[in-house]
């Protein structure tokens, strides 16, 4: 079974400043590791993903994240927070190898980012 | 890129009605797609995948006569919700992949029963 775990409900941080939103995961292989930002009413708008290679992935509006195996996490990261970047952050994880090929990911619970003017 | 639509983007409905919603994969033939509900304030919760052609395959724990999935192409898939209860309302996502692709979401679908 595959899980992911986002310890932060909330992270308000100032514009500007940078930000980092937390992600650990568990799977019993490989993982495919993914970020997503959801913003009120609207679908889920891919950040970036992590699948082999670097462990620095960079993604979509400044994003970036980093794979940690040994610390099973995923944190995505950003220098400089914009007032616009506030939304519903999730982390996704799925194995590398999903048997029938389902492509199934299993969620985190969300983080809400709120950056202050 | 690949696009996802669904529709409608909000619906209310009276309970005890039925409510059908659309998921469309615009410039691409989804070989799978994949329904999910989220609650206020929680996360995705996987309800159902279909393939094209063939039976949605349900999560445990969601009423498959309920909640009625149909794929008939390999653009649109349907979602269903019957006899409506206001329990039922939520928010509705769809998410569709091809190929060795990942999937793509749609923007969602706000279903409130009343």
């Known amino acids: 079974a595959q899980s992911v775990a986002q310890p932060e409900d909330q992270v308000n941080v100032a514009e500007g400043n940078p930000l980092t939103v937390k992600c650990t995961y568990s799977?019993?292989?490989?993982?495919?590791l993914f970020w997503y930002v959801q913003y009120p009413n609207r679908g889920l708008q891919f950040l970036l993903k992590y699948i082999t290679g670097d462990n620095l992935v960079k993604g979509s509006y400044g994003f970036e994240a980093e794979f940690n195996k040994s610390q099973t996490s995923f944190h995505l990261k950003k220098p400089s927070a914009l007032v616009s970047d506030s939304a519903l952050y999730f982390c996704a994880v799925r194995e590398r190898y999903s048997g029938a090929g389902s492509y199934q990911l299993t969620f985190g619970k969300g983080t809400k980012l709120s950056v202050i003017p | 890129g690949a696009v996802v639509s669904q529709h409608p983007s909000w619906v209310i409905c009276k309970s005890g009605t039925s409510v059908k919603i659309e998921c469309r994969s615009l410039?691409?033939?989804?070989?799978?797609m994949f329904w999910y509900r989220q609650f206020p304030k929680q996360s995705l919760m996987l309800m159902a995948t279909s393939n094209e052609g063939s039976k949605a395959t349900y999560e445990q724990g969601v009423e498959k006569d309920k909640f009625l999935i149909n794929h008939a192409s390999l653009t649109l898939s349907t979602l269903t919700v019957t006899s409506a209860h206001p329990e039922d309302s939520s928010f509705y996502i769809c998410s569709a992949r091809y190929g060795n692709t990942e999937a793509f979401f749609g923007q969602g679908t706000r279903l409130t029963v009343v």
């Open positions: 410039d691409f033939q989804a070989t799978t």
């Open positions: 799977v019993s292989g490989n993982p495919y």
